[in-house]
């Protein structure tokens, strides 16, 4: 799933990044710290047992999965996520400023344009919705559901496409 998304990525971090049962703090999300570790609640997984493999036929699985290693992506192009993150979610705390609230546009390139401009936890919510609503469109059963999906995932094209191209460019080093 994760080529699908992110591209041929020949970054070697890619391969140390790891996939473990989250524990500690609320185990009902998906958390991603420095060097690739991804922590998920034991819901995302078959049986609720992490030995087993992650339920990512199910869009919100998946898209957890997706929000969790954006982060990762973020941290290889050069971006302080964790810093960034407790700033955010510290305003989060006392303040009440969501940082994971953005005003969604059905213009793909708007969307992009934003895409570009958000703060990391806005720029993972934007993809993990990204991704789910690709994922939607894909396993929709034929019919009038499935067209309406189709027109919700086409608008995230440009920033599906936009995070692969820069998976591609230059591996390794930061995105500008």
């Not at 020949?10 to 420095?34: E, I, K, Q, V, Y």
Request: net charge positive; proline share 7%; charged share 20%.
């Amino acid at each position: 799933m994760l080529t699908r998304y992110f591209a041929e990525v020949p970054h070697p971090a890619w391969r140390r990044m790891r996939l473990h049962l989250r524990r500690l703090g609320d185990t009902r999300r998906a958390l991603s710290f420095n060097g690739g570790f991804l922590s998920m609640p034991a819901r995302c997984f078959a049986g609720a047992d992490p030995r087993q493999c992650l339920r990512l036929d199910e869009p919100l699985i998946a898209g957890w999965l997706a929000h969790e290693a954006f982060h990762h992506w973020q941290r290889l192009q050069g971006r302080a996520v964790t810093r960034e993150a407790l700033r955010l979610h510290w305003r989060f705390w006392r303040h009440g400023i969501n940082p994971y609230a953005y005003a969604p546009s059905a213009c793909a390139a708007a969307l992009l344009a934003q895409f570009k401009q958000a703060q990391v936890e806005q720029q993972a919510q934007m993809w993990q919705d990204a991704v789910m609503a690709d994922i939607a469109w894909r396993q929709a059963a034929p019919g009038a559901e499935q067209s309406q999906l189709a027109v919700a995932a086409q608008r995230w094209q440009p920033v599906l496409q936009w995070v692969q191209m820069q998976g591609r460019a230059q591996p390794g080093s930061p995105v500008p």
